[in-house]
Structures are given as structure tokens and as C-alpha cells.
Nanobody, 126 residues
Framework: QVQLVESGGGLVQAGGSLRLSCAAS????????IGWFRQAPGKERNFVAA????????DYADSVKGRFTISRDNAKNTVYLQMNSLKPDDTAVYYC???????????????????WGQGTQVTVSS
């Protein structure tokens, strides 16, 4: 059984930084696609970032490009989301997800992901 556990959320002032972690268990994830999504109150859950394959190909939503960085530590089976220059609009519950394998072109679509963490709250104050 695949399990994902997020951590690292919290309250931070605008302009600050947080690093989220997504610890995976149940199978090796060194080549799987791991995505980060977020859901603000009253809004749909949206794609934030993804890391894919053995080459760790990354991609980001336009709203976070240049501020967020996704990375992975295969030895720890953990994916990180470093978030810098945070804005109040970044306030949301952040989720990591995987389908356990490689997603080619549809990695921005949350419907492609089978396994989800419980989410971690990020609150950015102005």
C-alpha cells in the first residue's frame, strides 16, 4: 500500500519561506511522478509542481515559477517543495500525490493521481 505523508506547513509572513516534505512509503519512488497540488478555501484544487522520472524533470504552475522549487531525495524516498517569496495568495492546503509510476503528458491533471497525502496547511499573512 502506497502512503504519502506531508509535513512542513505553517504560518509565515509574506516574503518568507517554507519547505514542505512528502515522505513516500510502500514502494520505491525514484522514477515515479510526484505532484504537488494546493486547494485554497472555496476554490478548486490546482496543480503546483511535479517531478518526473529518473532525470527528475520538473515543471511548475506559472503562479509559482521562479519562487518554488521541487526536488527529491531518493535515499529518503522524499520529495520537497521549497517555497520562497511567499504571498498571501499561496495560502492553501498543500497535497502531494503520485500514481506510483511515470506520468508522461498528463501530470498536471489531478485525476491521473491515485495516491494522496492528507495535506498540510500553509498560511501566508500580509
Amino acid at each position: 500500500q502506497v502512503q504519502l505523508v506531508e509535513s512542513g506547513g505553517g504560518l509565515v509572513q509574506a516574503g518568507g519561506s517554507l519547505r514542505l516534505s512528502c515522505a513516500a512509503s510502500g514502494r520505491p519512488f525514484s522514477t515515479a511522478t510526484i505532484g504537488w497540488f494546493r486547494q485554497a478555501p472555496g476554490k478548486e484544487r490546482n496543480f503546483v509542481a511535479a517531478i518526473r522520472g529518473s532525470l527528475a524533470i520538473t515543471d511548475y504552475a506559472d503562479s509559482v515559477k521562479g519562487r518554488f522549487t521541487i526536488s527529491r531525495d531518493n535515499a529518503k524516498n522524499t520529495v520537497y517543495l521549497q517555497m520562497n517569496s511567499l504571498k498571501p495568495d499561496d495560502t492553501a492546503v498543500y497535497y502531494c500525490a503520485t500514481n506510483g509510476g511515470y506520468l508522461g503528458s498528463r501530470y498536471r491533471d489531478q485525476r491521473e493521481y491515485d495516491y494522496w497525502g492528507q495535506g498540510t496547511q500553509v498560511t501566508v499573512s500580509s
